[in-house]
């Protein structure tokens, strides 16, 4: 991320145990993404969308909140910053990481659905020292495919930016 990443040791490290290690231009310091997460990375234009980044980032953070609540986590919650993300107590189990050059986002979120979280366990998730990482596959005692979640994500993602979401696959 912008705010430092990891070095050159750290970064070792973390190949010496098979991840993948890359440089990002978004926010934050480290995070991970691997297989059980949704990721959403839009591409918007926030000034034709008359959007503030805040307000992106806060919309993003209310599309991974309706799908807890979706599926049955009603204590999830936005905190302000430094804590972006979403949270089930002090565990996140959503990060958010946004770029915008010239009001055009990139990045985005990884909802935890079934995530490996052994590899948080590597790394200080976003810099916050002393904060867990949850899933909902850990949160709601089952197993949670991101095939599931992603109808109630797109669904909380058209009501949040009030929009229509139109597939490739779609006849029109």
């Given at each position: 991320?912008?705010?430092?990443?990891?070095?050159?040791?750290?970064?070792?490290?973390?190949?010496?145990?098979?991840?993948?290690?890359?440089?990002?231009?978004?926010?934050?310091?480290?995070?991970?993404?691997?297989?059980?997460?949704?990721?959403?990375?839009p591409?918007?234009d926030?000034?034709?969308?008359?959007?503030?980044?805040?307000?992106?980032?806060a919309?993003?953070?209310?599309?991974?909140?309706r799908?807890?609540?979706?599926?049955?986590?009603?204590?999830?919650?936005?905190?302000?910053?430094?804590?972006?993300?979403?949270?089930?107590g002090?565990?996140?189990?959503c990060?958010?990481g946004?770029?915008?050059?010239?009001?055009?986002?990139?990045?985005?979120?990884a909802?935890?659905?079934?995530?490996?979280?052994?590899?948080?366990?590597?790394?200080?998730?976003?810099?916050?020292v002393?904060?867990?990482?949850?899933?909902?596959?850990?949160?709601?005692?089952k197993?949670?495919?991101?095939?599931?979640?992603?109808?109630?994500?797109?669904e909380?993602?058209?009501?949040?930016?009030?929009?229509?979401?139109?597939?490739?696959?779609?006849?029109?």
């Amino acid at each position: 991320g912008l705010r430092g990443g990891l070095t050159p040791e750290e970064t070792a490290r973390l190949q010496a145990l098979g991840a993948e290690v890359r440089a990002t231009g978004r926010g934050g310091l480290a995070t991970f993404h691997g297989p059980g997460q949704l990721l959403c990375h839009p591409v918007l234009d926030l000034r034709r969308l008359g959007l503030r980044l805040r307000t992106h980032v806060a919309a993003l953070e209310a599309c991974a909140v309706r799908v807890c609540e979706l599926q049955g986590l009603h204590r999830a919650r936005a905190r302000p910053p430094p804590y972006t993300g979403v949270w089930l107590g002090e565990r996140k189990v959503c990060a958010i990481g946004v770029r915008c050059g010239r009001h055009i986002t990139s990045h985005g979120l990884a909802l935890n659905c079934s995530t490996d979280l052994v590899w948080f366990e590597h790394i200080v998730p976003c810099g916050l020292v002393g904060t867990g990482v949850t899933s909902l596959s850990e949160e709601l005692q089952k197993h949670v495919t991101v095939d599931e979640v992603i109808p109630p994500f797109l669904e909380a993602f058209e009501e949040t930016y009030k929009c229509t979401l139109i597939s490739e696959n779609s006849p029109n």
